[in-house]
Structures are given as structure tokens and as C-alpha cells.
């Protein structure tokens, strides 16, 4: 840092009459100067401050309401008036914030333990709500919570239990079931047996898909139940494997979109948010991933022109209402694709594909990693290792973890990879995001910046 000497007093006489002052002209131009260049600035600043006031209300003051004059045009320096609804809108900008934007705030104000968790859909081997479950919830922050059929006995034991969860977790929970109906359900000790996907295909009536979607919705909501891990948008195409083929809505592409999509769009309107499986496709599948990886040797023609189809239609549907809450993918290998990791493990299904080619932003949630099929070259592949692979390739929530021991291995896992490199904070922050804004937009929690 430089220091400044004692200043000196300087001779600013005439120049050509000495020890008589100069004239305070030279001076007075200066200032002169100075006052211009500031009026300059100051007109710069209105004119900015009126263009972007009036962009940010351009289309409301543009449009008069019904039996008021249009706006005039008052001049380049002066801004229009404010309605009441504008100003309105100046006490709550958080209506101009999208959801992700507003869940973003939540993410920066989140400690690494509070993020993680909840990129964690939990499961539990207790029958009630018991102090492990309790833990995953408020203390290591899960995100959502899967149940299952000997979880939900009765009606009133498994909304009471659903309503603890919700009570003791920080943030709302995504509480999640497969029900799917046929030979995948988890109510069956509450609610009759639910049709199969195939049984409604075979109606040839989607306003049956229709009804069946409302139906499951009002169900799941009076227990509360806020994620169906369904419709099932495989296409069958192994007659071969009974017991996938039920899971189904046909044997084509339009079947398949015909059904699920009226099933999904009721679901949705009603309030449950559909996760559809299992991307990209178990159609021509030989075995089930719980037991092993499924391989899947068709052209990478007929994998775009089939087994991802359903996915990009829904994606990409017109209908709000049919474009699904999540995505499941699953372990089947497509080496046509990519030879080497399984689909859900995959860069190139579930960020080129997935997200870059059908353009999908929403919340992607494993399946169970505990599975036989999570392998690598033959190779199985630990739970947290696991976690770490399904975030890199693009995945936003993981499923497997039971019980606290196994939540607190991930979670260990996922900071080991943060720590040495291998797994990003900001692919962290994207996820967590994804999560937040899905509870916003599923009206969970109220869309609106988070509160000291």
C-alpha cells in the first residue's frame, strides 16, 4: 500500500501577474463538468430504473381491465401508475420465483446433513412407527418414505402412522406405495383387490384407465399416501413372462400411451403424483431385476422406437397432467445403448437420454439398490457405492436404504465422495432442488421463500 508524503502548497497565481490570484474561471468549468457528467448519469439511471419497471409489469399494464381507458404513454421519464395488483405483487415476488427457484433458497439454507437426507426415500422393517423410523425422519432428514403391505394393516393404524412420519420430519415427506393393482399391490388388508393394468387394456375402454386412476387417488389420499410408483409404461413383449405382462397396459406403443396416460392424468388431478416405470423399458426383459440384470439385446432402433417411447410421449405431452410427478428406472442393461452399466447407473440413459434428448427436469427415484441387478461387469455393487454412481449418472433420489444403519452407510458414502472428488456438490445441490420444488408444485409445502 502506497502512503502519501504531506502535500505542498502550490503557487496558483497569474501567470502573468504574480502574487495576484487567478481567476476562478479554470475552476468553475470543472465543477461545471462535474455536474454535467452527474446529470448524465442520473438520466441513465431513470431511464433503466422506467424500462425495467415497466418490462417487469409489461403485461398486465398493457392490458387494460374490462371497462377501464388503455394506458397512455406518459413519456420517457415518467413510469406508469401502479395498480393495486401490482403493488400487490411487489409484497409477494415470490409468485414471479418458479419452483425451483423458491427451492433453491431452501437448499442454500441447508446444512450438508439436511441436503443429503433428503435425497433418500427410506424403507423400514417395523410394522409401526418405531424409534429407527423415528431417526431416519428427524434426525438424518429423509426425504420420502416407502411403505409396504405388512406396514398397512388397518386404515386407521397406517394414517396414524403416516401422520407421525409427517409430523416429526423438518420438511413434508414423500410418503410412496407400489400400488399398482393385479399381482403388485400393498393395500390389500385395507381396500378389495385392485384390477391389474392389463385387465383395464383388455376393456379396450380407457375411460376405464380413467376411472381406476381416480379411484387409487382417492384411496392413497385418505390414508396419506401422496406418491403412487405407478403406471407401469413398459411395453409387454415377452408373452413368456406372465407376470410382467399383467403390469402392462398392451403390447404396443399407442396401447401403452392409450391407457396410462387417461390413468395418470385422473391420478394427478386428484392430487397423487405418478412415477412411471421402468425406464427405459422392462418389455422384452427375461428376468426379474430383484434377482439378477436383465439383458436386453435389441437394435438401438427398436429400443428408441419401442421401449422409450412412452417415456418421451409423456415427457413431452401437451397435457400437464400427464407429464409424470417422477421417473423409476430400473437395472436392465441395453448394450446397444450403453454396454457396460446398468440403465439407472447409466450417464447416458438417464442425463443424455433422459434428460438432455427428451428434455425431462423432474425428480428421477431409483429403484431398491439392493437388488441383484445393480452390477457392474458382473461385479455387485455395495448400497453406498451404489448411491454415489445413481447421483453421477443423473438421478435425484435414492431408494434402497433400511433402517437407520443402512441410511447412515449411505449418507457416509455420499460424503466420502464429496470429499475425495468423486461426487460433486453441485450435482448434490441439483438434486435436493428437484425434491423441494416437487413437494412445491404437489402442494406438500407451501411455495413461498423459507422463513427464519
Not at 447412515?408 to 441439483?430: T, W, Y
Request: glycine share 8%.
Amino acid at each position: 500500500m502506497t502512503t502519501r508524503g504531506p502535500s505542498k502548497q502550490r503557487n496558483v497565481g497569474h501567470p502573468h501577474r504574480p502574487g495576484v490570484a487567478a481567476p476562478s474561471r479554470p475552476r468553475q468549468k470543472s465543477y461545471n463538468a462535474r455536474l454535467l457528467i452527474t446529470l448524465c448519469a442520473l438520466v441513465v439511471l431513470v431511464l433503466a430504473g422506467t424500462f425495467t419497471w415497466q418490462h417487469f409489469f409489461e403485461d398486465e399494464a398493457l392490458t387494460p381491465a374490462p371497462g377501464h381507458t388503455p394506458f397512455r404513454h406518459y413519456g420517457s421519464f415518467v413510469a406508469r401508475p401502479l395498480t393495486a395488483q401490482q403493488v400487490d405483487k411487489l409484497h409477494h415476488l415470490s409468485a414471479h420465483m418458479s419452483y425451483k427457484q423458491l427451492a433453491s433458497l431452501y437448499v442454500a439454507r441447508m446444512s450438508l446433513d439436511e441436503e443429503l437426507g433428503q435425497l433418500i426415500m427410506v424403507e423400514y422393517d417395523d410394522q409401526y412407527y418405531s424409534p429407527d423410523l423415528d431417526m431416519m425422519i428427524s434426525q438424518l432428514h429423509a426425504g420420502g418414505v416407502i411403505m409396504y403391505e405388512f406396514q398397512m394393516m388397518t386404515f386407521d393404524q397406517t394414517k396414524r402412522d403416516i401422520a407421525a412420519m409427517q409430523q416429526h420430519a423438518r420438511l413434508p415427506l414423500l410418503i410412496s406405495s407400489d400400488e399398482e393393482g393385479g399381482i403388485v399391490h400393498r393395500l390389500t388388508h385395507i381396500y378389495p383387490p385392485r384390477t391389474s393394468a392389463l385387465s383395464i387394456y383388455r376393456t379396450g375402454d380407457p375411460n376405464v384407465a380413467a376411472e381406476q386412476g381416480h379411484k387409487v387417488a382417492h384411496d392413497l389420499l385418505a390414508l396419506g399416501i401422496n406418491v403412487n410408483l405407478a403406471p407401469d409404461v413398459d411395453v409387454a413383449l415377452r408373452p413368456d413372462a406372465p407376470d410382467q405382462v399383467t403390469r402392462t397396459f398392451g403390447y404396443t406403443v399407442d396401447s401403452v400411451e392409450k391407457f396410462a396416460g387417461p390413468y395418470m392424468k385422473a391420478m394427478q388431478s386428484d392430487g397423487v403424483a405418478a412415477c412411471i416405470k421402468h425406464f427405459p423399458g422392462l418389455g422384452d426383459a427375461a428376468i426379474d431385476a430383484h434377482f439378477g440384470l436383465p439383458v436386453v439385446n435389441r437394435t438401438k432402433e427398436q429400443l428408441y422406437a419401442v421401449e422409450l417411447a412412452p417415456f418421451k410421449h409423456f415427457i413431452q405431452s401437451e397435457d400437464m397432467l400427464e407429464r409424470p410427478g417422477m421417473i423409476m428406472p430400473t437395472d436392465v442393461l441395453m448394450p446397444a445403448i450403453d454396454p457396460v452399466y446398468p440403465a439407472e447407473l447409466s450417464p447416458i440413459f438417464m442425463t443424455d437420454i433422459l434428460r438432455n434428448e427428451f428434455g425431462y427436469d423432474g425428480v428421477t427415484l431409483t429403484d431398491a439398490l439392493y437388488m441383484k441387478g445393480v452390477e457392474i461387469n458382473g461385479k455387485q455393487i455395495s448400497m453406498p457405492e451404489a448411491g454415489v454412481l445413481a447421483l453421477n449418472a443423473g438421478n435425484d433420489m435414492l431408494l434402497g436404504p433400511t433402517g437407520a444403519g443402512q441410511m447412515i452407510d449411505m449418507l457416509n458414502g455420499l460424503k466420502e465422495a464429496l470429499h475425495d472428488g468423486r461426487l460433486a456438490k453441485s450435482r448434490v445441490d441439483e438434486a435436493a432442488t428437484r425434491i423441494i420444488a416437487l413437494k412445491m408444485e404437489r402442494h406438500l409445502m407451501p411455495a413461498e421463500p423459507p422463513q427464519d
